[in-house]
């Protein structure tokens, strides 16, 4: 209810929450931490009903504004652009930096989201290679890219 502001959608996204956990009871892996499980149902969502709302948003005339102007208001401002590819510069050669295996673990579960059970079956590495290698990829990115924070 605090994050929708609507007790009529927090209604609903409570229902959708119980359908979704429902459905999980048929899942291959048991649910370790179902507490957990269940914010994190319950966030996503929040989040995917906000995304839903916003993606409907109308813009807000604005009167005695040339119609360019208010395309102009909504763009990034020019530093910013410039410091977000920067950025993205500083963390590819970050993962370039990596060793091999060490940048195919962290793309496989940082970028494509992949439970350690899932790299462990693509990769043949035991869940403990796999948590020093997340772990060094994780140290060496922060480290290549702690003036970017």
Known sequence: MRKLGNPDEAKDIVQDAFVRIAGAKDR???????PA?????????????????NAGHIVELKS???????????????D???????RLQAFEQALS???????????????????????????GLSKAAIEKHLYRAMTTCRDLMKHYD
């Open 64 to 78: 005695g504004l040339d119609p360019l102007e208010w395309t102009a208001e909504d763009r990034p401002l020019a």
């Open 97 to 123: 930096s990596l060793p091999t295996r060490s940048r195919e673990v962290f793309i496989l579960r940082k970028l494509h989201g992949k439970t350690h059970d899932e790299i462990a079956a693509a990769t």
């Open 28 to 34: 291959q892996e048991p649910i370790s931490d179902p």
């Open 37 to 53: 499980f269940l914010r994190t149902v319950v966030l996503n969502l929040i989040r995917d009903h906000q995304r839903r709302r």
């Open 80 to 86: 910013n652009v410039i410091y977000h590819r920067q």
